[in-house]
Each structure stands twice: as C-alpha cells, then as structure tokens.
C-alpha cells in the first residue's frame, strides 16, 4: 500500500497519541480515497488500483463490468454486484439453492472423513489381527520344532497341541 501515498486522491492517515507524535501502532494504516477525485476515463486506467477506483465511482452508471479481461477478480465483482440487483425473492431462492448446495457438500466432506476413520479403524484391527496370527503360527512352529529337539514324533506332538499330524509335518 506504500505506493498509495502518491495518489492525489488517496491519502494516508496514521494515529497518534494525543499531545505526542508518537504513532499508535504501525501496523494500523488508513487510506482515505476521494472518489470524485478520480477523472480518468476507463481506457486511461492503466493499474488495478485505478480501475478498483473507476468502478467504485461510476457504479451506478456502468451498464457492463469493464476490465473483466485483465483481472478476473473484475469478472468475480460483477457476479457480487448481479447479486445485489436480485428482487428480494430471486435473493431468498438463490440464498436456499446456496444453503442447499453448501449443505450437500458439507454432507460428503462428513461422509468422506468419516469414510476415512472408519476404513482405518478396520485397517487397524485387520492388522492387530493378521498380527495375532501371525503371532501364534510363529509360536506354533517354534514349538513344533522344541518337541521335535526334544525327540518327540510328529504324532505325539500332534497330539499335545491339538492339531492333525498333516499339519504338524507341514512345519
């Protein structure tokens, strides 16, 4: 905003403590612009701070939103500036479409988060459990292998820990 200060119709206004020239805060600027001051035509504005200018003193007038092709944020200002030219009843109905859209939109982003929590939450015990058994066929085998140490044959062992001697002999 420095290069405002040059402006004939902008001026710069800063606050000071009463009785002292010290400021009151230097982050807290005011620019007053006087409109009236403004006298150059829509071909001769040259930056975006003019044409802001422009705009704001001939909106009243302005049949169509110039300079739409430099800056889309013009083409944005006369989609806020239709709204406001709505009776009250095309504002109410837009407003209700709005509300609609906002709400079904916030309904998915809902549903899709909570899609997430939930796809990890069962990722998470799909995990402990593939854990779990991975777990207990590593303590299987290791015991498979102790008795086996221990001179026992793949019957008995079967038979000690409840499984058949097929899947005793695949460890």
């Known amino acids: 905003m420095d290069g ?26 005011l620019y007053y612009i006087t ?7 829509e071909a001769e504005c040259e ?3 003019e044409r802001w200018i422009y705009i704001l003193k001939h909106m009243e007038t302005l049949e169509r939103m110039p300079f739409k092709a430099q800056n889309m944020i013009f083409g944005r200002l006369e989609e806020v500036c ?4 709505l009776s009250r009843q095309e504002r109410l109905n837009y407003d209700e479409s709005l509300k609609v859209y906002r709400d079904g939109v916030a309904v998915i982003e809902y549903a899709v988060q909570r899609g997430r ?3 990890m939450e069962k990722g ?14 590593e303590t299987l085998v290791a015991s498979i292998r102790n008795m086996r140490n221990a001179g026992l044959d793949d019957s008995t062992i079967a ?4 499984l058949s001697p097929k899947e005793v002999a695949k460890y």
């Open 4 to 29: 405002l200060k040059d402006w004939s119709l902008c001026s710069e206004v800063s606050l000071h403590f009463r009785g002292t020239t010290e400021q009151f805060s230097d982050k807290l600027h």
């Open 159 to 162: 038979l000690y820990l409840n």
């Open 47 to 49: 930056t975006d701070f």
């Open 35 to 41: 409109l009236p001051k403004m006298e150059k035509s």
């Open 82 to 85: 239709n709204l406001n030219s």
């Open 117 to 119: 929590k939930e796809g």
């Open 124 to 137: 998470i015990e799909k995990g402990r459990e593939e854990g779990k058994l991975e777990g207990r066929k």
